[in-house]
């Protein structure tokens, strides 16, 4: 059995970077993963989704060039060369980070199945040197999670569905995809694959896409999928699935109290994700997990058994990669660095990867109402931004959420393109204090998207 002095379990946003730092800093640490190196955001995440993304925009912009004066007979798009280009891009982005790690002083690099034998020991399973034992006082949990299957669903284990992970393979456009789930992974997935050229069906449960923004935010991206001619369902379930052999598969859909059948060729299943804690044994090591096998943390990140720290996605709430990364950076500041921070308070911004992009942080108008906060709300469509209206795209709206008292940003929702990263010119303002009369009058460059944040806060009454 060998001794380390940190073992971090999960190669992902927060354990990889972790890893490297405690060892960097003198701490004997080992770094087990049980598949490919860099976690969910490099291989099935982040990085092949948004490169993915970029391939549906072009076809997006070739198909609506003539509006523009550019003439373009016509274009194919070549399924098998957007994965390879995918792949290019992720491999690069995966080797670099495990050929970082491996060239890293006092640490090593396992790749296995790890498992709890009690609170400070862990058995690895290695498909070349079978099973190893190591301990340390110090242990990070970054295991992330899966997607979640719905098995309840009558025939779903007798058919070819795809998940977020595997539907990143394929090499021809699917005939008719079908989604299950109206939220973040399958909005970007459907919106992706409608401009590859396939027909798409999305079913969600709820009384809207989105559900978790405010109403006026999921009708306007309702809208702009529509407009692709993306078939939404609401108040929709899967009640059975039916595949004969390997063709067509029939989804029985109740919609409200409606039944029917739809045919297709593809399935994704969307609905959400799960932790990946089943498999290592926490019971023996007596950390506590929630009902859905989350584990639970303080804002010090630290389990309820004292020196196990859970990290990122496996830990629940956000499940975003900027979340998990800063998880490590208040992990290892604190632990090295001897500071004294917490998640307490945190920001949590967000996008969407739709086209246009939903940019969110802070709280929506649903939130302060709920609160009974006293704020106001301004709004501006897209089509009132000089920039959008000179680049042609104009769908979308910006929203912000402000204290009518002491004129606070207290939440920002951007649909449209750059939606992110004018949602971060306003997180700024937030972190700063600076009240949206200020950003009223602000000198910002012309033409520039953010420089409509002017117009936005004119349409508040001081």
Same mark, same amino acid.
């Given at each position: 059995?060998?001794?380390?002095?940190?073992?971090?379990?999960?190669?992902?946003?927060?354990?990889?970077?972790?890893?490297?730092?405690?060892?960097?800093?003198?701490?004997?640490?080992?770094?087990?993963?049980?598949?490919?190196?860099?976690?969910?955001?490099?291989?099935?995440?982040?990085?092949?989704?948004?490169?993915?993304?970029?391939?549906?925009?072009?076809?997006?912009?070739?198909?609506?060039?003539?509006?523009?004066?550019?003439?373009?007979?016509?274009?194919?798009?070549?399924?098998?060369?957007?994965?390879?280009?995918?792949?290019?891009?992720?491999?690069?982005?995966?080797?670099?980070?495990?050929?970082?790690?491996?060239?890293?002083?006092?640490?090593?690099?396992?790749?296995?199945?790890?498992?709890?034998?009690?609170?400070?020991?862990?058995?690895?399973?290695?498909?070349?040197?079978?099973?190893?034992?190591?301990?340390?006082?110090?242990?990070?949990?970054?295991?992330?999670?899966?997607?979640?299957?719905?098995?309840?669903?009558?025939?779903?284990?007798?058919?070819?569905?795809?998940?977020?992970?595997?539907?990143?393979?394929?090499?021809?456009?699917?005939?008719?995809?079908?989604?299950?789930?109206?939220?973040?992974?399958?909005?970007?997935?459907?919106?992706?694959?409608?401009?590859?050229?396939?027909?798409?069906?999305?079913?969600?449960?709820?009384?809207?896409?989105?559900?978790?923004?405010?109403?006026?935010?999921?009708?306007?991206?309702?809208?702009?999928?529509?407009?692709?001619?993306?078939?939404?369902?609401?108040?929709?379930?899967?009640?059975?699935?039916?595949?004969?052999?390997?063709?067509?598969?029939?989804?029985?859909?109740?919609?409200?109290?409606?039944?029917?059948?739809?045919?297709?060729?593809?399935?994704?299943?969307?609905?959400?994700?799960?932790?990946?804690?089943?498999?290592?044994?926490?019971?023996?090591?007596?950390?506590?997990?929630?009902?859905?096998?989350?584990?639970?943390?303080?804002?010090?990140?630290?389990?309820?058994?004292?020196?196990?720290?859970?990290?990122?996605?496996?830990?629940?709430?956000?499940?975003?990669?900027?979340?998990?990364?800063?998880?490590?950076?208040?992990?290892?500041?604190?632990?090295?660095?001897?500071?004294?921070?917490?998640?307490?308070?945190?920001?949590?911004?967000?996008?969407?990867?739709?086209?246009?992009?939903?940019?969110?942080?802070?709280?929506?108008?649903?939130?302060?109402?709920?609160?009974?906060?006293?704020?106001?709300?301004?709004?501006?469509? !897209? +089509?009132?931004?000089?920039? *959008?209206? %000179?680049? @042609?795209? $104009?769908?979308?709206?910006?929203?912000?959420? =402000?204290? #009518?008292?002491?004129?606070?940003?207290?939440?920002?929702?951007?649909?449209?393109?750059?939606?992110?990263?004018? !949602? +971060?010119?306003?997180?700024? *303002?937030? %972190?700063? @204090?600076? $009240?949206?009369?200020?950003?009223?009058?602000? =000198?910002? #460059?012309?033409?520039?998207?953010?420089?409509?944040?002017?117009?936005?806060?004119?349409?508040?009454?001081?």
């Amino acid at each position: 059995m060998k001794q380390y002095d940190a073992i971090v379990i999960g190669s992902g946003q927060a354990g990889s970077p972790l890893a490297k730092k405690l060892a960097e800093a003198g701490m004997k640490t080992l770094i087990v993963e049980k598949r490919f190196y860099g976690g969910t955001c490099i291989n099935d995440g982040c990085t092949p989704t948004k490169t993915m993304v970029a391939s549906a925009r072009v076809a997006y912009l070739a198909s609506k060039c003539n509006d523009m004066g550019v003439t373009i007979k016509g274009y194919k798009v070549d399924m098998r060369q957007i994965k390879k280009h995918k792949d290019e891009i992720l491999l690069k982005s995966r080797n670099g980070s495990l050929k970082a790690a491996e060239n890293t002083k006092n640490l090593d690099v396992l790749f296995g199945d790890a498992t709890f034998i009690d609170e400070k020991t862990i058995s690895v399973r290695t498909k070349k040197d079978g099973v190893k034992e190591f301990k340390a006082d110090k242990i990070f949990i970054n295991t992330g999670g899966k997607p979640v299957i719905p098995h309840d669903i009558e025939g779903i284990d007798e058919i070819d569905f795809l998940t977020s992970t595997t539907i990143l393979d394929l090499e021809k456009v699917p005939e008719h995809l079908v989604i299950l789930g109206g939220n973040y992974i399958g909005l970007e997935f459907g919106q992706m694959f409608a401009r590859f050229g396939s027909k798409v069906t999305i079913i969600e449960k709820s009384d809207r896409i989105l559900s978790h923004e405010d109403d006026d935010i999921s009708l306007e991206l309702t809208r702009i999928l529509q407009e692709e001619n993306i078939t939404i369902h609401t108040n929709a379930k899967v009640a059975r699935f039916k595949q004969k052999g390997s063709g067509k598969i029939t989804a029985t859909v109740k919609v409200g109290n409606n039944e029917e059948k739809i045919k297709c060729s593809h399935v994704l299943i969307a609905i959400g994700r799960a932790p990946q804690t089943d498999t290592l044994a926490l019971a023996k090591t007596g950390v506590k997990t929630d009902e859905k096998g989350y584990i639970p943390v303080n804002t010090k990140l630290e389990t309820n058994v004292k020196g196990i720290y859970a990290l990122g996605d496996v830990k629940g709430g956000p499940a975003f990669t900027h979340i998990s990364y800063n998880d490590y950076t208040i992990v290892y500041r604190n632990l090295i660095e001897g500071q004294n921070l917490s998640t307490r308070n945190r920001p949590v911004p967000y996008c969407m990867f739709t086209d246009p992009e939903l940019g969110r942080v802070g709280i929506s108008e649903t939130e302060a109402k709920e609160k009974g906060l006293n704020y106001k709300v301004a709004k501006l469509q !897209m +089509s009132h931004v000089a920039r *959008a209206i %000179e680049t @042609g795209d $104009t769908r979308g709206m910006m929203k912000a959420v =402000v204290d #009518a008292k002491t004129k606070k940003i207290l939440g920002v929702a951007i649909v449209g393109t750059e939606g992110g990263e004018i !949602m +971060s010119v306003l997180q700024m *303002a937030m %972190e700063g @204090g600076i $009240t949206y009369d200020r950003i009223r009058y602000c =000198v910002f #460059a012309h033409p520039t998207y953010s420089e409509s944040l002017n117009n936005l806060f004119m349409t508040l009454e001081d």
